[in-house]
């Protein structure tokens, strides 16, 4: 998503991140024969801390350390020290008077301890519905932007997200396909995301959904795992949403079986084990917003929802500039839910116009689904907005912060490994699928060996 800056040509350093007030050994890497270190020679590196201002305008302020080290070897520097705070820091390494380059390092609090990144689209369309690719290969188009992890989401259907998974079951792959779908039930035209619940809620109403039309009653299609339950009438659903509108007691104002059946599908996500978000009210369909602003306000105070996709899949300003306005609102209300930021991409294409507009960074401690869903729910993850390349980050401002280092200081390195990854997957759909899985088995845990590296904490 983000060109790798010039330096990372050249340069490594690592560990990049780390907790603050710990030693750690932190060593720059020289990765061309234009700079080759000299272990006779001394050198300086120079430390400053972002939060600490200008020493020319503070100078009472401790943000700026320096001091003299001598190279391991031709291509290595290494030195041990700690680092105050949560925030950015500069090393600067000098050759005498001479800058030879400058990085950036960040140290974490300690609750950020076994937090890793991983970044991933939670809603996700395929030609099983209204998108314009095979869910195979949207997902190995997704791999190759920089995804760790991503679901297939279609309109009123469960089972493409499994076809993605039992397409890729024989081979090596990092990137973690999550089941899921759009949900869409009768009584509210408000949409639903079902990340990683365990079963369908489209599959639950009889013969009403496309997943119920398309593929039958049959379990296999409708659940992850052959547990579901079982399949009620219309006169059935219909008396369950009445008895939780009775129960719920939700404003006059506010359409009554509507709100009843987006909590009834939240829960069933909730009871499936998945993440259940509320997505784009403020989508433009019909010449209007999708969803009224007071229904949407209702939703908010009430939250029934685990997440709130703040960022989504349009690129006008209405949608996504008003969905972020009102969580900042929300906030200075004393209103705080997760929130995520997903394509809702219709064209996995790099070049379609929408088909890298969001995504959500997750901080937690390894890329599986529930522990996805976890860091989700525990607020451990921002919405990024990469509808052009100078980004925007969504969420508490120290993630916030964390994130834009990321942005600048990881994800380009990252990223050149998952687009090798994506093309590798593309090979075994249309190309040598012997190959293919070879070369998926020779790369398996590349990722996994980078967070090792640039992740101390």
Not at 191 to 218: C, P, T
Not at 372 to 390: E, H, M, N, Q, R
Request: aromatic share 14%.
């Amino acid at each position: 998503m983000k060109d790798m800056k010039d330096q990372f040509y050249y340069f490594d350093i690592y560990p990049k991140v780390f907790l603050e007030n710990t030693e750690v050994t932190i060593t720059i890497q020289s990765k061309s024969h234009k700079f080759i270190f000299s272990p006779e020679k001394e050198y300086t590196v120079i430390l400053r801390e972002y939060n600490e201002g200008n020493i020319r305008n503070y100078p009472e302020r401790k943000n700026y350390r320096d001091f003299k080290v001598n190279a391991k070897n031709e291509s290595e520097i290494v030195f041990t020290t700690s680092f105050r705070g949560e925030q950015q820091h500069s090393v600067v390494l000098m050759e005498g008077e001479k800058e030879i380059v400058e990085l950036y390092l960040y140290s974490l609090f300690e609750d950020m301890k076994g937090r890793y990144p991983y970044r991933g689209d939670l809603h996700v369309h395929t030609c099983r519905s209204d998108g314009r690719q095979d869910p195979a290969t949207v997902c190995a188009n997704y791999r190759g932007h920089g995804y760790d992890f991503m679901v297939v989401s279609d309109h009123g259907r469960y089972y493409p997200s499994l076809e993605a998974q039992e397409f890729y079951k024989d081979v090596d792959i990092d990137l973690n396909i999550v089941e899921g779908e759009e949900v869409h039930m009768p009584y509210t035209d408000v949409h639903i995301v079902n990340f990683g619940g365990q079963y369908s809620v489209n599959g639950l109403i009889e013969g009403v959904k496309e997943q119920y039309k398309e593929k039958g009653a049959d379990v296999k299609y409708r659940s992850k795992n052959g547990v579901c339950p079982d399949i009620m009438t219309m006169d059935e659903y219909t008396a369950e949403i009445d008895a939780l509108a009775e129960e719920l007691k939700a404003p006059e104002y506010i359409n009554q079986r509507s709100y009843a059946t987006c909590v009834w599908a939240f829960n069933h996500i909730r009871k499936a084990e998945g993440l259940a978000i509320f997505p784009h009210p403020y989508w433009v369909t019909g010449h209007c917003i999708q969803v009224p602003p007071e229904f949407t306000d209702y939703m908010m105070e009430t939250q029934p929802f685990d997440a709130f996709e703040v960022l989504g899949g349009e690129r006008y300003f209405e949608h996504n500039g008003f969905q972020t306005s009102m969580y900042y609102e929300d906030r200075m209300k004393g209103r705080h839910y997760p929130i995520v930021g997903s394509t809702d991409t219709h064209n996995s294409l790099k070049s379609a116009p929408g088909s890298l507009i969001c995504s959500t960074i997750v901080f937690c401690d390894k890329n599986e689904r529930l522990s996805l869903i976890k860091g989700i729910k525990d607020f451990y993850s921002v919405a990024v907005d990469t509808i052009d390349p100078s980004y925007r980050v969504v969420g508490d401002f120290r993630f916030v912060r964390y994130a834009s280092f990321l942005m600048e200081n990881y994800y380009p390195i990252h990223d050149s490994l998952c687009e090798a990854e994506g093309e590798m997957m593309r090979m075994y759909i249309y190309g040598d699928k012997e190959r293919a899985k070879k070369l998926l088995s020779a790369a398996h845990g590349e990722i996994e060996d980078m967070i090792k590296k640039y992740f101390a904490n």
